[in-house]
């Protein structure tokens, strides 16, 4: 993958990108020393946000009621592929396999085409979005309240709302969305058209 920086301290791009002006620990939570470390993090925290499969964080002792016992202030988020309950909620995924699942592949491309993959990680930055904004919304609830509490953000249900126009075509209708290349499924003209040089 492309790297940036010196020779001998090459960063990935991504990785620059993404977490550029914040500081990282690297913790093993199956180490009693490191998760002990972890629950002095929590203590002093005002959000913590985990990715993992439901029931992960129970299993290292560190899932919400066990953080909130530590800081009840504090706002637990977590973020997995189907959410913390429900039928599929023990099921991994990321990215890519969320925009099959939901449905974003099978209109994305043109109309004779296989479905297609977002050019964008489109699933894991709205579930990230959806995420950000919920904290935001807590901080100030929390501030209010002195409560701390848990958000679930299911990345499929995240993705499913960002494609409200195909979705409530589905469900208001029944009518199965389909691929139309760069056009609208309501509007025109609006696509990209090929222009003489």
Same mark, same amino acid.
Do not use: W
């Given at each position: ?14 990785? @620059? ?9 690297? #913790? ?39 953080? #909130? ?30 925009? @099959? ?39 100030? @609830? ?37 691929? #139309? ?17």
């Amino acid at each position: 993958p492309p790297h940036t920086g010196p020779e001998n301290d090459r960063l990935s791009e991504n990785f @620059a990108s993404l977490n550029r002006n914040k500081r990282s620990v690297t #913790l093993d939570l199956k180490n009693p020393d490191d998760n002990a470390k972890a629950k002095n993090l929590i203590a002093n925290a005002d959000v913590l946000i985990e990715n993992n499969r439901p029931g992960v964080m129970k299993r290292l002792g560190l899932d919400f009621d066990s953080a #909130l016992a530590i800081n009840p202030k504090l706002i637990y988020c977590s973020i997995s592929a189907y959410g913390q309950t429900g039928p599929r909620a023990n099921e991994g995924g990321f990215d890519v396999t969320i925009q @099959a699942m939901s449905g974003i592949m099978s209109v994305t491309g043109e109309p004779d085409g296989a479905p297609v993959k977002c050019g964008v990680p489109v699933a894991d930055f709205t579930a990230g979005l959806y995420g950000a904004m919920s904290i935001c919304a807590q901080l100030r @609830a929390v501030a209010q309240t002195g409560k701390g509490v848990h958000i679930d953000v299911p990345m499929m249900g995240t993705s499913l709302a960002i494609a409200a126009l195909q979705t409530s075509e589905y469900f208001g209708v029944g009518k199965d969305p389909v691929k #139309l290349g760069s056009a609208h499924p309501r509007n025109a003209p609006y696509q990209a058209f090929t222009t003489i040089k």
